[in-house]
């Protein structure tokens, strides 16, 4: 597990071994920066005494009442998008301005046409520009309560979150979601990692924020702000496809070639009960351009291959739907694995094989952040089982840009 804030530094020569590495090696293409410590805030003496993972910490509960973005809500409003929110999402900038306001009353209130940007009606994903006019409705927000007054389910939720932190400092958090927790809250979810994230308050009374999602079934690097200057500048960063992730998967089968890219578009295919996305053709009506590499690491045989994949876009479902429509699909995808009279290995758990193993952004105030996660014990379990090894060379992460 590694964790990183390092600022730039001049490129050092690469190793010329390309097998199996020293531990201590860091690949050329973002990890020739010196390292620097995160630059965290003051901590409170609780906080000092209860450390999270590799020295993380979370802040304590304070005892003062949080201040929070905007007021309560009773009557219609009309707000200027500043500066600082210009290029915000529609529902992270009401999420911002309402740390209170629960997912799903922001998706309702957009979906029904009740917010309007300079009068038109938005979706949910539609960029602001800073000058716009947002009339807001009345809102229902849950009144703050003291700081003081965290519940034993509120402190329950902070040590989980603390036990999964990568990183942290006064801007930026990384969590290790784990399989099977949602990011956020949907029809019949009630237990997420959006809402756990209520209980942190940075010490001017915001509310951390999600910059990205993750499947409610991969695990990995989750990245958050925690303020709203961060927010907005690591939102700019996936804008410019600057931010770096790399993903893990278990295939069944070996792609030939063993290191290539694969261009799609895909869409958005509404069935019965669930939606699903599928790889459509170039012009075809919500068809979006995805853009993954992909190398093989390892092998057991020729009947399972592990993947590190390199995900240029951003789409949803985008590396599931991509190796699926290659011939591999990831082990464990109860959406798109379609391969007939395929057994799972024994010992195997049918859980889907997906990590989400790396993430180096540059950080809001300067220099990298570059975090990795490990893999969730299914994945662990089955890398034991068929006698992968976990810290073997990895042709894309170690690779050059």
């Not at 237990?191 to 308050?201: C, P, T």
């Not at 499947?215 to 700019?236: E, I, N, P, W, Y």
């Not at 399972?304 to 082990?331: E, F, M, N």
């Not at 799972?344 to 859980?351: A, D, F, S, T, V």
Request: contains cysteine; aromatic residues 4%; hydrophobic residues 35%.
């Amino acid at each position: 597990m590694r964790q990183r804030a390092r600022k730039s530094s001049s490129r050092q020569p690469r190793r010329p071994d390309r097998g199996r590495p020293d531990k201590t090696a860091r690949p050329p293409a973002t990890r020739q920066t010196a390292r620097s410590k995160p630059t965290g805030g003051s901590r409170t003496a609780a906080a000092d005494a209860a450390p999270g993972p590799a020295g993380t910490r979370l802040a304590a509960p304070k005892t003062s009442t949080p201040k929070v973005a905007a007021p309560l809500s009773a009557a219609v409003q009309t707000v200027t998008v500043t500066p600082d929110e210009g290029g915000m999402r529609v529902d992270r900038f009401l999420e911002a301005r309402f740390p209170g306001l629960s997912f799903s009353h922001i998706q309702r209130v957009i979906r029904k046409g009740q917010l309007r940007v300079n009068g038109k009606r938005v979706e949910p994903k539609d960029r602001l520009e800073a000058g716009q006019h947002v009339r807001i409705p009345p809102l229902r927000l849950d009144p703050e309560k003291p700081r003081g007054e965290e519940t034993g389910k509120d402190a329950e939720t902070r040590a989980f979150l603390q036990s999964i932190t990568l990183y942290d400092d006064d801007d930026v958090m990384v969590l290790n979601k784990p399989f099977g927790l949602a990011v956020q809250g949907g029809s019949g979810t009630t237990r997420h990692l959006d809402g756990m994230l209520g209980v942190i308050r940075t010490k001017d009374g915001q509310r951390p924020r999600l910059v990205h999602r993750l499947d409610k079934d991969t695990a990995g690097c989750l990245l958050v702000a925690k303020s709203r200057f961060a927010a907005a500048s690591l939102a700019k960063t996936f804008r410019s496809r600057s931010a770096r992730k790399i993903y893990w998967a278990l295939v069944p089968g070996v792609p030939k070639p063993k290191q290539g890219r694969i261009s799609t578009y895909l869409a958005k295919e509404e069935r019965q009960d669930d939606s699903v996305m599928r790889v459509a053709k170039h012009g075809e009506e919500g068809a979006s351009h995805a853009v993954t590499y992909y190398a093989v690491v390892e092998t057991a045989a020729t009947r399972l291959a592990w993947l590190s994949l390199k995900p240029v876009t951003g789409r949803t479902h985008q590396l599931r739907v991509q190796l699926a429509h290659i011939g591999h699909p990831i082990v464990g995808d109860p959406k798109y694995f379609d391969i007939e009279n395929w057994q799972l290995p024994g010992g195997m758990q049918n859980r889907l094989h997906l990590l989400a193993r790396r993430i180096a952004v540059p950080h809001p105030r300067g220099g990298m952040i570059d975090v990795t996660a490990p893999l969730p014990p299914h994945m662990q379990q089955s890398f034991n089982l068929i006698g992968l090894d976990a810290t073997r060379y990895d042709p894309i992460e170690d690779a050059p840009e």
